[in-house]
């Protein structure tokens, strides 16, 4: 098991990065709350990992906390959900809101996150009431200097699950001038959650 890696950042395209360590570079897929704390590119970081192995992948998944990394893992508990969906879950909101998500037994605002139905958010609920409240999360703050800041909004909210289209609607309402990519996801979740 790889469960904690410590390296150079050395590429970040959304929901991927590359880190080196010590010359062998490891893609790492990561929730937008991670992704908006990362240093720039060419920084030390240190992330722990979950990695999981299928019939015939591989992958490598890297959070910045370890309470990221807990709910990850229980998520991919609920029958239905995988680590896509994980993702997204992350990526929409913080811990801690799901946290209050789950207690307040939201369902509407949980199927707005991109791959949840009703059926989906109601196991959520019963399976994971009794373990959320070991999971508390930090506010995520936005930093990074990518190229095409629309564009790679719009390829990160598909690989969250967005249809292209909606990507690019939400991604286009989200824009303002100046705003990076990391920006734009954020505020275009946010919408798309109602929030």
Sequence with gaps: MIGRLRGTLVAKQPPWIVLDVG???????????TLYDLPE???EVTLLTHYAIKED???????LREE????????????GIGARISLAVLSGVSTDEFARLVHDSDIAALTRIPGIGKKTAERMLVELRDRIDAISSSQPRPQGNPSSPQDE???????LGYKPVEAARLTKA????????????RKALRAALGR
């Design 23 to 33: 010359g062998v570079g490891y893609e790492l897929e990561v929730p937008m709350s």
């Design 41 to 43: 590119t060419g920084r």
């Design 57 to 63: 992948t591989a992958a490598l998944y890297g959070f």
């Design 68 to 79: 990221e990394r807990v709910l990850f893992r229980n998520l991919q508990k609920v029958s």
């Design 153 to 159: 909004a719009v390829a990160a909210l598909q690989q």
């Design 174 to 185: 989200a824009f303002e001038e100046g705003d990076d990519a990391e920006t734009i996801i």
